[in-house]
């Protein structure tokens, strides 16, 4: 229960930080600090360009996604799992998947600036047409589906991944070969 516990938090973490830069502006949402604000936003950021960075962040709607991703994972890391029951299931992946769209909203105004830094208003409306159009909420909504079966897949993977760290770790730090798992067992 403990190994499961510690891999949901570690998904969940992983989720925010790897989908954060594709965001929605919930209505709620806080402004960044002025001074972290200025310095996230870039030159060249004006109302223009922070406007159709809103857009842009509604019409790719991340909490969605954030929100998808997170219930397969966590779906697919306890599938196996008899140790926990359905309802400590349950109140785990809807707190895994609270937390990751939490997350998200906590730095969201900062994606906002970065986004209307980094891209002219010409690419930013470019982004912001395809994404508000049929075809772009299509591919959204297909980008979702990919979403719950990557969960499913780094699932699978993630054993093997797991194990060629450990044995890479093990080797440059002149360990002996499965030093993590031996480590993690005494406590």
């Known amino acids: 229960m403990k190994r499961l516990v510690s891999a949901v938090v570690v998904c969940a973490a992983l989720?925010?930080?790897?989908?954060?830069?594709?965001?929605e502006s919930p209505s709620g949402a806080q402004a960044a600090p002025a001074a972290t604000a200025r310095a996230t936003a870039g030159p060249g950021v004006d109302a223009r360009k922070l406007e159709l960075s809103r857009r842009y962040f509604k019409a790719i709607n991340v909490e969605t996604k954030l929100r998808t991703l997170s219930e397969s994972m966590f779906s697919a890391m306890t599938a196996k799992s008899d140790s926990v029951s359905p309802e400590v299931r349950q109140a785990m992946m809807e707190s895994m998947s609270e937390a990751s769209v939490a997350g998200y909203r906590a730095i969201e105004e900062h994606y906002v600036l970065m986004v209307?830094?980094?891209?002219?208003?010409?690419?930013?409306?470019?982004?912001?047409?395809?994404y508000e159009s049929p075809v772009g909420q299509s591919v959204l909504a297909k980008g979702n589906q990919l979403a719950a079966?990557?969960?499913e897949l780094m699932?699978?993977?993630?054993?093997?991944?797991?194990?060629?760290?450990?044995?890479?770790?093990?080797?440059?730090?002149?360990?002996?070969?499965?030093?993590l798992t031996k480590s993690a067992g005494k406590s």
């Open 15 to 23: 989720l925010v930080s790897s989908t954060v830069a594709a965001a």
């Open 116 to 130: 209307a830094g980094v891209f002219s208003a010409e690419e930013l409306q470019a982004m912001v047409d395809f």
């Open 149 to 151: 079966r990557s969960g």
């Open 155 to 179: 699932q699978e993977m993630t054993p093997t991944i797991m194990t060629e760290y450990e044995t890479r770790f093990c080797a440059k730090t002149k360990r002996e070969a499965g030093c």
